[in-house]
Protein backbone atom coordinates (compact mmCIF):
# COMPACT_ATOMS: atom_id res chain seq x y z
CA UNK A 1 0.00 0.00 0.00
CA UNK A 2 1.20 3.55 -0.71
CA UNK A 3 1.37 5.20 2.38
CA UNK A 4 0.88 9.34 2.31
CA UNK A 5 1.96 11.28 5.42
CA UNK A 6 0.67 15.08 5.76
CA UNK A 7 2.72 17.59 7.60
CA UNK A 8 2.24 19.67 9.73
CA UNK A 9 -0.66 18.31 11.38
CA UNK A 10 -2.35 21.53 12.12
CA UNK A 11 -1.25 25.11 11.18
CA UNK A 12 -2.25 28.57 12.38
CA UNK A 13 -2.30 31.27 10.24
CA UNK A 14 -2.99 34.74 10.03
CA UNK A 15 -5.84 36.25 7.68
CA UNK A 16 -4.18 37.13 3.99
CA UNK A 17 -1.20 34.99 4.78
CA UNK A 18 0.06 32.07 3.39
CA UNK A 19 -0.81 28.31 4.45
CA UNK A 20 1.20 25.41 2.94
CA UNK A 21 0.19 21.86 3.51
CA UNK A 22 2.78 18.93 2.74
CA UNK A 23 1.90 15.59 1.59
CA UNK A 24 4.63 12.81 1.25
CA UNK A 25 4.40 9.50 -0.80
CA UNK A 26 5.79 6.38 0.18
CA UNK A 27 6.44 5.37 -3.49
CA UNK A 28 6.32 7.61 -6.25
CA UNK A 29 2.42 8.27 -7.69
CA UNK A 30 3.39 9.46 -11.17
CA UNK A 31 2.75 7.53 -13.77
CA UNK A 32 5.55 8.28 -16.56
CA UNK A 33 3.44 7.13 -19.49
CA UNK A 34 1.59 10.21 -19.04
CA UNK A 35 3.59 12.56 -16.99
CA UNK A 36 0.33 12.79 -14.45
CA UNK A 37 0.91 12.43 -10.71
CA UNK A 38 -2.09 10.42 -9.55
CA UNK A 39 -2.69 12.84 -6.06
CA UNK A 40 -6.00 14.52 -5.38
CA UNK A 41 -6.35 17.35 -1.89
CA UNK A 42 -9.49 17.74 -0.74
CA UNK A 43 -11.23 20.15 1.74
CA UNK A 44 -13.66 19.09 4.86
CA UNK A 45 -15.72 21.46 7.45
CA UNK A 46 -17.10 20.19 10.10
CA UNK A 47 -20.43 18.31 9.42
CA UNK A 48 -20.49 18.83 5.66
CA UNK A 49 -18.79 15.92 2.55
CA UNK A 50 -15.49 16.45 2.01
CA UNK A 51 -15.41 18.73 -1.16
CA UNK A 52 -12.79 17.80 -4.11
CA UNK A 53 -10.21 21.13 -3.97
CA UNK A 54 -7.33 19.92 -6.77
CA UNK A 55 -6.50 16.60 -8.84
CA UNK A 56 -3.81 15.72 -11.26
CA UNK A 57 -1.85 17.26 -8.03
CA UNK A 58 -1.99 20.91 -9.74
CA UNK A 59 -5.29 21.21 -11.88
CA UNK A 60 -7.86 22.72 -9.83
CA UNK A 61 -11.62 21.74 -9.73
CA UNK A 62 -14.13 23.75 -11.17
CA UNK A 63 -15.53 26.49 -8.29
CA UNK A 64 -12.67 26.40 -6.09
CA UNK A 65 -10.88 29.39 -5.61
CA UNK A 66 -7.65 30.26 -7.33
CA UNK A 67 -5.89 31.03 -4.11
CA UNK A 68 -5.58 27.27 -4.23
CA UNK A 69 -3.29 25.97 -5.65
CA UNK A 70 -0.94 22.37 -5.95
CA UNK A 71 2.42 21.26 -6.76
CA UNK A 72 4.76 18.83 -6.63
CA UNK A 73 5.58 15.65 -8.34
CA UNK A 74 6.52 11.69 -7.56
CA UNK A 75 6.41 12.00 -3.51
CA UNK A 76 6.44 15.50 -2.45
CA UNK A 77 3.57 17.68 -3.01
CA UNK A 78 2.18 21.08 -1.42
CA UNK A 79 -1.73 22.21 -1.24
CA UNK A 80 -0.85 26.16 -0.95
CA UNK A 81 -3.62 28.68 0.15
CA UNK A 82 -2.40 31.94 -0.92
CA UNK A 83 -4.26 34.10 1.00
CA UNK A 84 -6.18 32.89 4.13
CA UNK A 85 -9.51 33.74 4.38
CA UNK A 86 -11.94 32.89 7.34
CA UNK A 87 -13.89 30.27 5.02
CA UNK A 88 -10.94 28.37 4.88
CA UNK A 89 -10.82 26.97 8.30
CA UNK A 90 -10.99 23.68 7.44
CA UNK A 91 -9.29 19.92 7.31
CA UNK A 92 -7.27 19.29 4.30
CA UNK A 93 -6.30 15.75 3.23
CA UNK A 94 -4.63 14.41 0.13
CA UNK A 95 -5.31 10.90 -1.60
CA UNK A 96 -2.99 8.66 -4.55
CA UNK A 97 -5.09 7.26 -7.16
CA UNK A 98 -1.73 6.08 -8.50
CA UNK A 99 -2.60 2.05 -7.34
CA UNK A 100 -4.95 0.63 -5.07
CA UNK A 101 -6.00 0.63 -2.14
CA UNK A 102 -6.89 4.08 -2.92
CA UNK A 103 -4.91 6.22 -0.06
CA UNK A 104 -5.35 9.08 2.09
CA UNK A 105 -3.03 11.10 4.10
CA UNK A 106 -4.12 12.01 7.64
CA UNK A 107 -5.52 15.19 7.09
CA UNK A 108 -4.16 19.10 8.40
CA UNK A 109 -5.83 21.61 10.63
CA UNK A 110 -5.93 24.73 9.27
CA UNK A 111 -6.61 27.85 11.86
CA UNK A 112 -7.02 31.49 12.14
CA UNK A 113 -3.69 32.69 14.44
CA UNK B 1 -27.11 18.80 -9.45
CA UNK B 2 -25.79 15.05 -8.73
CA UNK B 3 -26.29 14.48 -4.58
CA UNK B 4 -25.19 11.57 -2.76
CA UNK B 5 -27.14 10.34 0.46
CA UNK B 6 -26.11 7.32 2.54
CA UNK B 7 -28.92 5.36 4.72
CA UNK B 8 -28.85 2.54 6.77
CA UNK B 9 -29.16 1.67 10.19
CA UNK B 10 -26.88 3.60 12.41
CA UNK B 11 -26.19 0.56 15.35
CA UNK B 12 -25.03 -2.97 14.24
CA UNK B 13 -24.05 -5.80 17.00
CA UNK B 14 -20.64 -7.86 16.40
CA UNK B 15 -20.95 -10.40 14.39
CA UNK B 16 -23.86 -9.19 12.23
CA UNK B 17 -23.73 -7.84 8.85
CA UNK B 18 -23.40 -3.93 7.54
CA UNK B 19 -25.40 -2.99 5.49
CA UNK B 20 -25.52 0.71 3.90
CA UNK B 21 -27.43 2.09 0.37
CA UNK B 22 -26.08 5.36 -1.10
CA UNK B 23 -28.90 6.78 -3.16
CA UNK B 24 -27.97 8.98 -6.32
CA UNK B 25 -30.26 11.57 -7.38
CA UNK B 26 -29.90 14.40 -9.98
CA UNK B 27 -28.12 12.24 -12.14
CA UNK B 28 -27.74 8.75 -13.61
CA UNK B 29 -25.62 6.06 -11.89
CA UNK B 30 -25.41 4.32 -15.25
CA UNK B 31 -22.60 6.82 -16.38
CA UNK B 32 -19.44 5.35 -18.19
CA UNK B 33 -17.87 8.26 -16.92
CA UNK B 34 -17.95 7.30 -13.34
CA UNK B 35 -17.11 4.34 -10.26
CA UNK B 36 -18.64 4.99 -6.93
CA UNK B 37 -17.37 4.46 -4.09
CA UNK B 38 -17.24 3.98 0.04
CA UNK B 39 -14.86 5.39 2.25
CA UNK B 40 -15.28 4.96 5.88
CA UNK B 41 -13.44 7.20 8.55
CA UNK B 42 -13.16 5.75 12.08
CA UNK B 43 -13.25 7.97 14.58
CA UNK B 44 -9.86 9.91 15.73
CA UNK B 45 -8.24 7.69 12.65
CA UNK B 46 -7.64 8.71 8.90
CA UNK B 47 -9.91 8.14 6.07
CA UNK B 48 -10.09 4.08 4.49
CA UNK B 49 -11.29 3.37 1.05
CA UNK B 50 -13.71 0.57 1.30
CA UNK B 51 -14.35 -0.14 -2.33
CA UNK B 52 -15.49 0.90 -5.27
CA UNK B 53 -18.68 -0.20 -8.21
CA UNK B 54 -18.74 0.29 -12.16
CA UNK B 55 -22.59 0.38 -12.95
CA UNK B 56 -21.76 -2.50 -15.29
CA UNK B 57 -21.28 -4.27 -11.85
CA UNK B 58 -17.96 -4.45 -12.11
CA UNK B 59 -16.15 -4.00 -8.30
CA UNK B 60 -12.89 -3.40 -6.92
CA UNK B 61 -12.05 -3.43 -2.81
CA UNK B 62 -9.23 -2.62 -0.28
CA UNK B 63 -7.47 -5.79 -0.20
CA UNK B 64 -7.64 -5.53 3.97
CA UNK B 65 -11.47 -5.73 3.89
CA UNK B 66 -12.17 -7.71 0.68
CA UNK B 67 -12.94 -11.16 2.21
CA UNK B 68 -15.52 -9.21 4.33
CA UNK B 69 -16.93 -6.69 1.52
CA UNK B 70 -19.55 -6.75 -1.07
CA UNK B 71 -20.41 -3.94 -2.80
CA UNK B 72 -23.69 -4.13 -5.47
CA UNK B 73 -25.27 -1.62 -7.87
CA UNK B 74 -29.01 -1.41 -8.43
CA UNK B 75 -29.28 1.02 -11.89
CA UNK B 76 -33.38 0.96 -11.86
CA UNK B 77 -33.26 2.02 -8.47
CA UNK B 78 -30.29 4.88 -9.04
CA UNK B 79 -28.41 3.01 -5.79
CA UNK B 80 -25.51 1.16 -4.99
CA UNK B 81 -24.96 -0.62 -1.31
CA UNK B 82 -22.48 -1.82 0.92
CA UNK B 83 -21.96 -5.02 3.06
CA UNK B 84 -19.49 -5.50 5.70
CA UNK B 85 -19.36 -8.79 7.19
CA UNK B 86 -19.02 -10.01 10.86
CA UNK B 87 -18.24 -6.98 11.68
CA UNK B 88 -16.27 -5.53 15.30
CA UNK B 89 -16.05 -2.23 17.28
CA UNK B 90 -12.91 -1.75 14.80
CA UNK B 91 -15.96 -1.17 12.45
CA UNK B 92 -17.28 2.12 13.89
CA UNK B 93 -16.69 4.67 11.81
CA UNK B 94 -18.40 7.71 9.61
CA UNK B 95 -19.34 5.89 6.01
CA UNK B 96 -19.09 7.59 2.98
CA UNK B 97 -20.48 6.81 -0.60
CA UNK B 98 -18.88 9.06 -3.52
CA UNK B 99 -18.66 9.62 -7.37
CA UNK B 100 -14.65 8.22 -8.03
CA UNK B 101 -13.53 9.77 -11.36
CA UNK B 102 -10.59 8.36 -13.00
CA UNK B 103 -11.66 4.67 -13.75
CA UNK B 104 -10.80 2.11 -12.14
CA UNK B 105 -8.47 4.00 -9.29
CA UNK B 106 -10.13 7.29 -9.42
CA UNK B 107 -10.29 10.68 -7.13
CA UNK B 108 -13.72 11.68 -6.21
CA UNK B 109 -15.61 14.93 -7.48
CA UNK B 110 -18.58 14.50 -5.37
CA UNK B 111 -19.29 12.96 -2.08
CA UNK B 112 -22.73 12.62 0.48
CA UNK B 113 -22.26 13.82 4.11
CA UNK B 114 -21.71 10.38 5.46
CA UNK B 115 -23.64 8.58 7.90
CA UNK B 116 -22.25 6.83 11.57
CA UNK B 117 -22.29 3.15 12.09
CA UNK B 118 -21.65 1.98 15.30
CA UNK B 119 -20.73 -1.84 15.93
CA UNK B 120 -22.06 -2.37 19.87
CA UNK B 121 -24.25 -4.86 21.70
Known amino acids: DIVMTQSPDSLAVSLGERATINCKSSQSVLYSSNNKNYLAWYQQKPGQPPKLLIYWASTRESGVPDRFSGSGSGTDFTLTISSLQAEDVSLYYC?????????FGGGTKVEIK | QLQLQESGPGLVKPSETLSLTCTVS??????????WGWIRQPPGKGREWIGSIFYSGRTYYSPSLKSRVTILVDTSKNQFSLKLSSVTAADTAVYYC?????????????WGRGTLVTVSS
Open chain 1, 95 to 103: QQYYSTPLT
Open chain 2, 26 to 35: GGSISSRSYY
Open chain 2, 98 to 110: AREIGGHSGYFDL
